[in-house]
């Protein structure tokens, strides 16, 4: 191939911003490599397949090579070659035959096809990455595209929702409307799939406040995973943190994505994104070079110190972007930021996030990252949600993130799974689940939405599997079922998988109601994940990342009227009652006129537990009292949040309980409002006399209000 010289004009153009910016007359290109020697920028015709032409950027000021392009136009389909030492073993990987995407390409245009020539060693070489290969991977490439950003939001502002009023709903575009029947083809798996009003409708009828979208961010397929017919479903694999996935859009412009978030919004559902930047799509050593790699791979990742051809590898992927440059902090910093103010989304999940808080001695609640993002005006009404562990030392840390942040809570998942199964001396453990997890969060002024409380997310077992299996199934996935977690707290309830036996399926769906149940009703963030309110299976699968079929995808044909009804009317009892999210932690230390304390907890025999009744391994059913008239409690509007008297009852043993209803000052009796017995949830009118026995069947879950003397 003939070399390809630049006619294009250049200018000197700026180092700032980063990225490619049209400004209304031609486009400013920047890019970030403190040890690049030249940089080159490639032009592309509209179909990304032919190279015109190769412009040296003029410019290096501060690390930043720059330069304008007064001819550009937005939609011209880029990307870089760097020039610089190919010294692994010095930490530098350049390799200027490989295109390399932009780092702030705000849209990408065509796909991976994977070969050998996207790797900048030889494939196959003996000597692995110390080999040098000069094969060209540019049409193999996605092409970076330049982008005008104008959109007309109207009157779309941001709304945050408040925590203590926060319905988290975890789930993806492309499963949630794959299959969805009002969903027209053509728009089936994308952002304007996601926009359709049968699927807004949805979410507004279960009472859904804010969606969490897993990764929407550009990513690459794995290659040994596009070998065996397979796709990065999840996509836990990002290399563009600033471009939408483009297998998400319909259209491919970012009006579309720009448009989902308008339509929810006004619907009053925020849209929460679940963010990658702990790692690449680049792998370790012998992964390919894509971007940062071959951009300034010494800056960009962690390598180790003793010997920097090789990545420390906290992640579990291969590679840990380096929260210790301040480079990957402002690249981080300014996606985030793009989000909001362009992209108008209303908070963050941070995958694997104790690696953003990483420094070279290990996680600190005060690093570099996070003090950034906490001083950020943009980030500050966000919604900040952390997964607080990873793979390297040290790596568990929940509830050690710091104010502001929100934390996935695994210990509230395991608890619950575990109660619920019939394990033996769970409740002192549940108890502290359902009440905020106090020994976690209760710290520096946290509060007790500070724990996102999960049954079931993306990573293990749906719902539905989570009472059908006991083992995991992951044979799809091409690993010999070696992949997933093996401990799942589940139970089959006699038969692994799908079964005819109408008790077991019975008993099967009155887990799933007690399991959601116990969600909605404890203090903290709750967070349901999509289809578990239509019991999607994903037959045994607990690690379904690479499923991009009917595995994943929800069948909405599957939709049980009464399961749909049981989690409506739990979130609107939640929502009706302020005591269920209270905005801080109850201790019993509060009290009513009356002397009724702020939170109780009673055995079955209607007496509060002391610690002699704690220490009963063999004990199953519990009562939690929670007063709304104890404690001053208000709203952002200085209003009130009092409340009646609710009575939760859950009994996990097998049998039935006799369990007497406390007999409390100013009552008259108790009302059963939910009832985990009925396929719908729905309690009954007639009054339960307080100090009576009521018998409880073996798992359920009664949720009482207290029938108050009248002038209480």
């Given at each position: 191939?003939?070399?390809?010289?630049?006619?294009?004009?250049?200018?000197p153009?700026k180092?700032?911003?980063?990225?490619a910016?049209?400004?209304?007359f031609?486009v400013n290109f920047a890019?970030?490599s403190?040890h690049?020697?030249?940089v080159e920028?490639?032009?592309?015709?509209?179909?990304g397949?032919?190279?015109?032409e190769?412009?040296?950027?003029?410019?290096?000021?501060?690390e930043?090579w720059h330069?304008?392009?007064?001819?550009a136009r937005?939609?011209q389909?880029y990307g870089?070659?760097?020039?610089?030492?190919y010294?692994?073993?010095?930490?530098?990987r350049?390799n200027?035959?490989?295109?390399?995407?932009?780092p702030?390409?705000r849209?990408?245009?065509?796909?991976f096809?994977?070969?050998d020539a996207?790797?900048?060693?030889?494939?196959?070489?003996?000597?692995?990455?110390l080999?040098?290969d000069?094969?060209d991977?540019a049409?193999?490439m996605?092409k970076c595209?330049?982008?005008?950003?104008?959109?007309t939001?109207?009157?779309?502002?941001?709304?945050?929702v408040?925590?203590?009023?926060?319905?988290?709903?975890?789930t993806?575009?492309?499963g949630f409307?794959m299959?969805?029947?009002?969903?027209?083809?053509?728009l089936?798996?994308?952002?304007?799939?996601?926009s359709?009003?049968s699927v807004?409708e949805?979410?507004?009828?279960l009472?859904?406040?804010?969606?969490?979208?897993?990764?929407?961010?550009a990513?690459?397929?794995?290659?040994?995973?596009?070998?065996?017919?397979l796709?990065?479903?999840?996509?836990?694999?990002?290399i563009?943190?600033f471009a939408p996935?483009?297998?998400?859009m319909?259209?491919?412009?970012?009006?579309e994505?720009?448009?989902?978030v308008?339509?929810?919004?006004?619907a009053?559902?925020e849209v929460?994104l679940d963010?990658?930047y702990?790692?690449?799509a680049e792998?370790?050593?012998?992964?390919?070079?894509?971007?940062?790699?071959g951009?300034d791979n010494l800056?960009?990742?962690r390598l180790m110190p003793d010997?920097?051809?090789?990545y420390?590898n906290d992640?579990?992927t291969g590679?840990?972007?380096?929260?210790?440059?301040?480079?990957?902090?402002?690249?981080?910093?300014?996606?985030?930021r793009?989000?909001v103010t362009?992209?108008h989304?209303d908070g963050?999940?941070?995958?694997?996030a104790t690696v953003?808080?990483?420094?070279?001695y290990?996680?600190?609640p005060?690093?570099?990252f996070?003090?950034?993002?906490r001083q950020d005006p943009v980030?500050a009404?966000?919604?900040?949600?952390?997964?607080?562990?990873?793979?390297?030392?040290?790596g568990?840390?929940v509830?050690?993130?710091p104010?502001?942040?929100a934390?996935?809570?695994?210990?509230?998942?395991?608890?619950?799974?575990r109660?619920?199964?019939?394990?033996?001396?769970?409740l002192?453990?549940l108890a502290g689940r359902?009440?905020g997890?106090?020994d976690l969060?209760?710290?520096r002024?946290r509060?007790?939405?500070?724990?996102?409380?999960?049954?079931?997310?993306?990573?293990?077992?749906?719902?539905?599997?989570?009472?059908?299996?006991?083992?995991?199934?992951?044979?799809?996935?091409?690993?010999?079922?070696?992949?997933?977690?093996?401990?799942?707290?589940s139970?089959?309830h006699?038969?692994?998988g799908e079964?005819a036996?109408p008790a077991?399926n019975a008993?099967?769906a009155?887990?799933k109601r007690?399991?959601l149940?116990?969600?909605?009703?404890?203090?903290?963030t709750?967070?349901?994940?999509?289809?578990?309110?239509m019991n999607?299976?994903?037959g045994?699968?607990?690690?379904a990342y690479?499923q991009d079929?009917?595995?994943?995808?929800?069948?909405?044909?599957r939709k049980?009227p009464g399961l749909l009804?049981?989690?409506?009317?739990l979130?609107?009892l939640?929502?009706?009652?302020p005591?269920l999210?209270?905005?801080?932690?109850?201790?019993g230390k509060?009290?009513?006129a009356?002397?009724l304390?702020?939170?109780?907890w009673?055995n079955?025999?209607?007496?509060?537990?002391?610690?002699?009744?704690?220490?009963n391994t063999q004990a199953?059913?519990?009562?939690?009292?929670?007063?709304?008239h104890?404690g001053?409690?208000?709203?952002?509007?200085?209003?009130?949040?009092?409340?009646?008297?609710?009575l939760?009852v859950?009994n996990?043993?097998?049998?039935?309980?006799?369990?007497?209803?406390?007999d409390v000052?100013?009552?008259?009796?108790?009302?059963?409002?939910?009832?985990?017995?009925?396929k719908d949830?729905?309690?009954?009118?007639r009054?339960?006399?307080?100090?009576?026995p009521?018998?409880?069947?073996?798992?359920?879950v009664l949720?009482?209000?207290?029938?108050e003397?009248?002038?209480?």
């Amino acid at each position: 191939m003939p070399p390809i010289t630049a006619r294009t004009a250049v200018w000197p153009g700026k180092p700032h911003p980063l990225g490619a910016t049209w400004d209304g007359f031609g486009v400013n290109f920047a890019l970030f490599s403190a040890h690049a020697e030249r940089v080159e920028l490639c032009l592309f015709d509209k179909t990304g397949q032919r190279e015109l032409e190769r412009v040296t950027l003029p410019e290096h000021t501060d690390e930043v090579w720059h330069g304008y392009l007064p001819d550009a136009r937005p939609g011209q389909l880029y990307g870089y070659r760097v020039h610089g030492p190919y010294e692994p073993e010095e930490g530098h990987r350049f390799n200027p035959n490989k295109l390399l995407l932009d780092p702030y390409a705000r849209a990408l245009f065509g796909g991976f096809k994977w070969s050998d020539a996207h790797y900048g060693y030889r494939v196959g070489s003996t000597r692995e990455d110390l080999s040098f290969d000069r094969r060209d991977n540019a049409r193999g490439m996605p092409k970076c595209r330049v982008v005008d950003g104008a959109f007309t939001w109207g009157h779309d502002r941001p709304r945050p929702v408040p925590w203590n009023d926060t319905v988290l709903y975890e789930t993806h575009p492309r499963g949630f409307t794959m299959r969805h029947p009002d969903v027209p083809k053509q728009l089936r798996g994308t952002f304007a799939g996601m926009s359709t009003a049968s699927v807004i409708e949805h979410l507004k009828a279960l009472g859904i406040t804010s969606i969490e979208l897993l990764p929407i961010q550009a990513m690459a397929d794995e290659q040994h995973l596009v070998t065996r017919g397979l796709t990065n479903y999840w996509g836990y694999n990002s290399i563009g943190f600033f471009a939408p996935e483009p297998r998400c859009m319909s259209t491919g412009v970012l009006s579309e994505f720009k448009t989902m978030v308008a339509r929810l919004h006004e619907a009053g559902i925020e849209v929460i994104l679940d963010v990658v930047y702990n790692h690449t799509a680049e792998g370790n050593h012998l992964g390919p070079t894509l971007s940062f790699k071959g951009i300034d791979n010494l800056s960009y990742y962690r390598l180790m110190p003793d010997n920097p051809r090789f990545y420390i590898n906290d992640t579990g992927t291969g590679n840990t972007l380096n929260f210790a440059h301040p480079r990957v902090v402002q690249m981080v910093m300014d996606s985030l930021r793009y989000w909001v103010t362009e992209m108008h989304v209303d908070g963050f999940r941070f995958d694997l996030a104790t690696v953003l808080a990483r420094e070279p001695y290990g996680f600190d609640p005060g690093s570099g990252f996070l003090d950034a993002v906490r001083q950020d005006p943009v980030l500050a009404d966000v919604k900040l949600i952390a997964e607080p562990w990873d793979v390297g030392p040290g790596g568990y840390q929940v509830g050690n993130f710091p104010p502001g942040w929100a934390e996935w809570n695994d210990r509230y998942r395991d608890t619950v799974r575990r109660y619920w199964r019939g394990d033996d001396g769970m409740l002192p453990e549940l108890a502290g689940r359902i009440a905020g997890s106090s020994d976690l969060f209760e710290k520096r002024g946290r509060r007790p939405w500070s724990s996102v409380n999960f049954i079931t997310a993306h990573d293990g077992f749906t719902l539905h599997d989570l009472v059908s299996f006991n083992d995991k199934h992951n044979w799809a996935n091409g690993e010999e079922n070696r992949d997933g977690h093996s401990a799942n707290c589940s139970w089959n309830h006699g038969v692994e998988g799908e079964t005819a036996d109408p008790a077991i399926n019975a008993l099967r769906a009155r887990q799933k109601r007690n399991l959601l149940a116990t969600l909605f009703l404890s203090q903290g963030t709750p967070m349901m994940l999509a289809g578990d309110e239509m019991n999607h299976s994903q037959g045994g699968n607990n690690n379904a990342y690479c499923q991009d079929n009917e595995t994943t995808w929800l069948d909405w044909s599957r939709k049980d009227p009464g399961l749909l009804a049981f989690v409506r009317r739990l979130i609107a009892l939640r929502k009706a009652h302020p005591v269920l999210r209270r905005p801080v932690f109850l201790h019993g230390k509060d009290t009513a006129a009356n002397g009724l304390k702020d939170i109780v907890w009673y055995n079955s025999h209607g007496v509060e537990k002391t610690a002699e009744h704690w220490r009963n391994t063999q004990a199953r059913c519990i009562a939690l009292l929670l007063n709304g008239h104890a404690g001053r409690h208000l709203g952002v509007d200085g209003q009130p949040l009092t409340d009646g008297v609710l009575l939760i009852v859950l009994n996990a043993h097998a049998e039935a309980v006799a369990v007497t209803l406390p007999d409390v000052p100013g009552g008259r009796g108790w009302r059963c409002a939910l009832d985990t017995r009925q396929k719908d949830g729905a309690g009954e009118e007639r009054m339960h006399l307080a100090g009576r026995p009521t018998l409880v069947d073996g798992r359920s879950v009664l949720v009482f209000t207290l029938v108050e003397q009248p002038g209480l």
